[in-house]
């Protein structure tokens, strides 16, 4: 089962950077980082939120290692950009997150990031959240090299070692139309 997520994986890191540029194309873009300070907008990031969000993401990861069935409660409003996905409910703060009806697997992508830096601030702030949340007795993290052929500059991956559920984040790379560089840390989670 396991080796059928990673086609899926490099399937949906290729497609990231079109529809990165899509969103581009279309001004629906709103950047998640105030990019002038460097500083991250307090709505992803704030501390009074943690332990709700910790909540959330242990109640996500919950449901990805109780199978395919348990994450219907999860199932938000229709999306709006693709008929195949809801939203996710709890949404993940400063993240559109999306549930696939077919093939129940969570994606979540930040908006534009214009540095690297910034980029890796929030990834490590995701991993750090991830961490706090997730049961440490089956759900380990590693480190994990970007496949080849994929818009991926950094990965890390969390997988339950009883269900082999897996969240994967990444900060994926890509360059706007107009030649500057752009950043966009995603989740993917995929249930037992």
Same mark, same amino acid.
């Given at each position: 089962?396991?080796?059928?997520?990673?086609?899926?994986?490099?399937?949906?890191?290729?497609?990231?950077?079109?529809?990165?540029?899509?969103?581009?194309?279309?001004?629906?873009?709103? $950047?998640?980082? /105030?990019?002038?300070?460097? +500083? &991250?907008?307090?709505?992803? %990031?704030?501390? =009074?939120?943690?332990?709700?969000?910790?909540?959330?993401?242990?109640?996500?990861?919950?449901?990805?290692?109780?199978?395919?069935?348990?994450?219907?409660?999860?199932?938000?409003?229709?999306?709006?950009?693709?008929?195949?996905?809801?939203?996710?409910?709890?949404?993940? $703060?400063?993240? /559109?997150?999306?549930?696939? +009806? &077919?093939?129940?697997?969570? %994606?979540?992508? =930040?908006?534009?990031?214009?540095?690297?830096?910034?980029?890796?601030?929030?990834?490590?702030?995701?991993?750090?959240?991830?961490?706090?949340?997730?049961?440490?007795?089956?759900?380990?993290?590693?480190?994990?090299?970007?496949?080849?052929?994929?818009?991926?500059?950094?990965?890390?991956?969390?997988?339950?070692?009883?269900?082999?559920?897996?969240?994967?984040?990444?900060?994926?790379?890509?360059?706007?139309?107009?030649?500057?560089?752009?950043?966009?840390?995603?989740?993917?989670?995929?249930?037992?």
């Amino acid at each position: 089962m396991k080796t059928e997520r990673n086609p899926m994986k490099s399937k949906i890191l290729l497609a990231a950077p079109l529809l990165v540029g899509c969103f581009i194309a279309s001004g629906i873009v709103v $950047a998640s980082l /105030d990019v002038g300070s460097g +500083r &991250i907008r307090s709505d992803i %990031s704030p501390s =009074s939120e943690t332990s709700q969000k910790n909540s959330a993401l242990r109640s996500l990861a919950l449901a990805l290692s109780s199978g395919k069935e348990a994450m219907h409660p999860f199932r938000g409003s229709p999306s709006e950009k693709d008929p195949h996905k809801d939203r996710l409910n709890p949404p993940i $703060a400063g993240m /559109d997150c999306y549930l696939d +009806r &077919i093939t129940t697997h969570v %994606s979540c992508f =930040s908006s534009l990031i214009h540095t690297e830096e910034e980029s890796v601030t929030l990834f490590t702030w995701l991993i750090d959240e991830l961490q706090a949340a997730l049961p440490s007795d089956t759900w380990i993290g590693t480190r994990k090299e970007p496949g080849m052929g994929t818009a991926s500059i950094r990965s890390y991956t969390y997988e339950d070692q009883n269900s082999y559920a897996s969240i994967d984040i990444d900060i994926i790379a890509g360059t706007e139309p107009s030649g500057q560089n752009f950043y966009m840390v995603a989740i993917f989670a995929w249930p037992a």
